[in-house]
């Protein structure tokens, strides 16, 4: 199943280079069920594979002037924060067993899983059937757009803090209606400041009792991101609109598949 699992990371880094984001929502479950790595383990390798990825894929935004790094800044300064307080002090405080009551026991690795399908389930549908508009840009954000923005960016910071997730599904719509970012700019704007969350939150994890197998990770990533480079370079010839939808489709299937599979081992 190793195998399987690496094969997969080539789709995780393929799907990233298509369409600037989606792939790395994947990470977990490939590592959960085809790495047979613990579910909150997962969730820190997929930090580390989700931030190198889109530090990557945001590299040709900025070539091309996509990437807004004020925004980036603002939007990352409160996601940070509560990345470190999800990681450091709310993942270690949820107790292993959550609910039993006979042969029913709800553990930390169901609730992870449960709420990592649930990700899912909302990112396919903004892939399905989103449709961002943007609002007239230039003008400045009012205080309740400030506002609104640093609330997004903390609960943000929760998401990819419990499920090793980047977000960014969350995170450009709230770039385009409150700090008034073009959509592509959004986009280039997004995998930053998901790359900026992940990497920390990676970096805060190696201060704990996590065990790391480097070479697993490593090995992982080499083959995401030559799905990267197959990624942007197929974009020549097929409708990065119509990857998204059919993305989508597949996500949806995923996070249904992850529920079912879970309720069964109870």
Do not use: C, Q
Request: aromatic letters at 14%.
């Amino acid at each position: 199943m190793e195998i399987a699992g690496y094969i997969a990371a080539i789709f995780v880094g393929l799907v990233l280079g298509l369409i600037g984001a989606g792939g790395a929502i994947l990470t977990v479950p490939i590592m959960v069920y085809l790495m047979d790595i613990d579910p909150v383990l997962a969730t820190v390798y997929s930090l580390f594979i989700v931030g190198t990825t889109t530090l990557i894929g945001s590299f040709s935004y900025v070539k091309n002037g996509l990437v807004s790094f004020k925004t980036s800044l603002a939007f990352a300064i409160p996601s940070l924060i509560s990345i470190f307080m999800t990681r450091k002090f709310l993942l270690p405080s949820i107790p292993d067993i959550l609910y039993s009551s006979g042969e029913f026991v709800l553990t930390k690795n169901h609730f992870v899983l449960f709420f990592f399908a649930i990700i899912m389930l909302l990112s396919s549908i903004s892939m399905i059937f989103g449709n961002v508009k943007e609002k007239e840009t230039g003008s400045e954000m009012t205080g309740k757009e400030i506002f609104t923005l640093v609330f997004y960016g903390l609960f943000v910071g929760v998401v990819t803090g419990l499920v090793g997730a980047g977000g960014g599904f969350l995170i450009v719509p709230a770039l385009v209606f409150f700090a008034k970012v073009p959509v592509k700019a959004a986009v280039g704007t997004s995998l930053l400041i998901i790359a900026i969350n992940s990497l920390t939150g990676f970096a805060g994890d190696l201060m704990g009792e996590y065990i790391i197998d480097w070479k697993l990770l490593i090995v992982f990533l080499g083959f995401a991101i030559a799905g990267i480079f197959l990624g942007s370079y197929l974009t020549k010839f097929i409708s990065g609109k119509s990857i998204k939808k059919s993305f989508g489709w597949f996500v949806l299937i995923m996070g249904i598949y992850i529920i079912i599979r879970e309720l069964n081992s109870f």
